[in-house]
């Protein structure tokens, strides 16, 4: 999942594009529900070794997907 969002060039990437490049639709029963979740550990992770970036995730907006991009560290 991290390469994932590394790897975009637009600097943003939807939860909805992450589960398309990171699960085939067989694989998880609520794959939003997953990303959400490894996300969430991820970010933990991130903070906890105290990388040079962070994980910023923007908000829920009901139906729509949330953004996922990384941040340099202040």
């Given amino acids: 999942m991290f390469d994932a969002i590394a790897s ?3 600097n943003r990437l939807s939860t909805r594009d992450i589960g398309e490049k990171v699960f085939r639709e067989d ?3 609520h794959v939003k ?5 490894a996300l969430a550990s991820l970010k933990r992770k991130v903070e906890y070794n105290k990388e ?3 994980i910023e995730i923007s908000g829920h907006a ?3 997907p949330m953004e996922v991009w990384l941040e340099g560290r202040d």
């Fill in 8 to 10: 975009e060039q637009s």
């Fill in 27 to 29: 694989e998880v029963f």
């Fill in 33 to 37: 529900a997953s990303i959400i979740s």
């Fill in 52 to 54: 040079p970036f962070k």
């Fill in 62 to 64: 009901g139906p729509h």
